[in-house]
Nanobody, 121 residues
Framework: QVQLVESGGGLVQAGGSLRLSCAAS????????MGWYRQAPGKQRELVAT???????NYADSVKGRFTISRDNANKSVYLQMNILKPEDTAAYYC???????????????WGQGTQVTVSS
């Protein structure tokens, strides 16, 4: 199983930047898509950005042009550079990894514990 540990959250003023990191560990055959999701109080968890093992990316419309997702396959890590932060970006941010336990396994998912991002106006 893959364990994911996020870091890099915090409190920042509107217009500022933060960089989130997520490191994967454990026993698995491969990690496919990795991504970042967020959940604000009273709202459903939503996709922020995803990146495939080949580097193809997908972003929520609300963060396009401001956030950049990247990954380091050798270090089994994914990052989220967040620029021009807005108060509406305030949420708990979760890392997700889709992976195979063995070469014959179906793809399954693992989630991190989350890291809080708070943007003050």
């Amino acid at each position: 199983q893959v364990q994911l540990v996020e870091s890099g959250g915090g409190l920042v003023q509107a217009g500022g930047s933060l960089r989130l990191s997520c490191a994967a560990s454990g026993r698995f055959f491969s990690i496919n898509t990795m991504g970042w999701y967020r959940q604000a109080p009273g709202k459903q968890r939503e996709l922020v950005a995803t990146i495939t093992s080949g580097g193809s990316t997908n972003y929520a419309d609300s963060v396009k042009g401001r956030f950049t997702i990247s990954r380091d396959n050798a270090n089994k890590s994914v990052y989220l550079q967040m620029n021009i932060l807005k108060p509406e970006d305030t949420a708990a941010y979760y890392c997700k990894a889709d992976y195979q336990k063995t070469s014959l396994s179906y793809t399954t998912s693992s989630w991190g514990q989350g890291t809080q991002v708070t943007v003050s106006s």
